[in-house]
């Protein structure tokens, strides 16, 4: 869902999305390669991401992901559920 909802904001290359999303998060999350660059694989597979590869604003080869309508789709519901989740958890978690 995080990867889904950084590539909301527009195409990226996978340095740049670990970047963003521990930029965003404040340094609480980090997203280590051998994590991040398998989920991109799985969801290219699943048919949620377009990529195509382009050159990095370090001026080296790089493939860029873009959500297409299936993965704004799928983060929509993916989004809905954990606004669900958080508000069950916090509701428990105050209960005296």
Not at 8 to 37: F, W
Not at 44 to 67: F, I, M, P, Q
């Amino acid at each position: 869902m995080l990867i889904l909802k950084t590539l909301d904001r527009g195409p990226m290359h996978g340095y740049a999305i670990a970047t963003r999303i521990q930029q965003t998060s404040r340094d609480v999350l980090k997203v280590e390669e051998g994590a991040l660059y398998p989920a991109l694989h799985r969801l290219e597979v699943r048919g949620l991401l377009d990529a195509e590869w382009g050159t990095s604003e370090n001026n080296r080869r790089a493939k860029y992901y873009r959500l297409n309508a299936a993965g704004r789709r799928v983060l929509g519901e993916e989004s809905a559920y954990w606004t669900r989740m958080a508000a069950a958890v916090t509701r428990v978690m105050q209960t005296a």
